[in-house]
């Protein structure tokens, strides 16, 4: 792995918080192992091996009973690592992919059969290369005949170019990490406000309120991302997710504990009708339907 890249910690704590039967972890990855499962060529960073076993493991220690795999740019468009987890996990996972343009029905259809249910597209600039919007245009429409959505992942001050192209998607899209907001200035931000317009503009966009750990400024235990998550969660209480991000990547600052990312949840789901919503009514209706 890379020499700044900070692994994932092996022991974490137990959270305090039991989340409700049924729960899913609903943004996780698996990364190699390399030797099985190369990294891409084109990679932006080489990450510590996280393999299916390893997640799995985590899984059942934090008191979850599925999880939603989602592709990550170290393994490029190459999504044999994540298809092989899903194999292994059978209805306890599945995943989220990312395809290039040439992607055909046969290819979308193996992927179905493992378990994919959503293709990825990642606009953070330091992440990945420019793609012609047209390309993932192109992409949605074929992934939309097998029942798929959309997951994107952007900064906030890419929303508003970005909100014509996710305008033309006929599929639900899932925004990642909250559309990655500037936490140091609070939940009246300008661009906050113009995230949560366009979520109220557009019900077939969802929001998955995780990432506290690369959002803080504050850290653990991340009290400056909780009013973000929050006011997602009670204004848009059934089409919001949430996922531990393990193991983490390109994490620079520390690595958390993923039992305390857990014990997040109370704090921002505070009643047990919106836990259970974000944790388990959600994730299934648009993964399990």
């Not at 099985?36 to 084109?42: G, H, S, V």
């Not at 059978?90 to 193996?110: N, R, T």
């Not at 193991?247 to 993923?258: A, G, I, L």
Request: with cysteine; glycine share 6%; net charge negative.
């Amino acid at each position: 792995m890379d020499a700044d890249y900070l692994p994932f910690l092996p022991n974490p704590s137990r959270p305090r918080f039991v989340p409700p039967p049924g729960a899913v972890d609903a943004h996780c990855h698996v990364f190699g192992p390399a030797t099985r499962f190369p990294y891409a060529a084109e990679r932006k960073y080489t990450p510590c091996d996280a393999p299916k076993e390893t997640l799995f493991a985590l899984r059942d220690f934090l008191g979850f009973e599925r999880n939603v795999i989602v592709q990550a740019t170290c393994h490029g468009r190459d999504n044999a690592a994540l298809v092989d987890a899903l194999t292994a996990a059978g209805e306890q996972a599945h995943g989220v992919a990312a395809v290039g343009p040439s992607i055909g029905d046969e290819d979308l259809a193996v992927m179905h059969r493992a378990g994919v249910r959503a293709v990825r597209f990642n606009f953070v600039r330091r992440l990945v290369d420019t793609t012609p919007k047209e390309a993932f245009v192109a992409i949605a429409e074929k992934v939309a005949r097998f029942g798929w959505h959309v997951v994107v992942y952007f900064e906030a001050e890419d929303l508003e170019d970005l909100a014509p192209f996710l305008r033309r998607l006929a599929t639900t899209i899932v925004v990642d990490h909250m559309g990655r907001p500037d936490v140091s200035k609070g939940v009246d931000d300008t661009l906050f406000r113009r995230f949560v317009a366009v979520l109220a503009d557009h019900d077939n966009i969802w929001v998955k309120v995780s990432g506290a750990e690369r959002l803080t400024l504050a850290g653990p235990d991340y009290d400056d991302v909780v009013p973000f998550a929050r006011t997602l969660v009670e204004t848009f209480p059934d089409r919001v997710l949430w996922g531990t991000d393990w193991p983490h990547p390109n994490m620079k600052s520390h690595m958390p504990d993923d039992g305390a990312l857990v014990d997040l949840i109370p704090r921002i789901a505070v009643d047990p009708a919106n836990q259970r919503a974000l944790l388990v009514d959600n994730p299934m209706r648009l993964y399990w339907p």
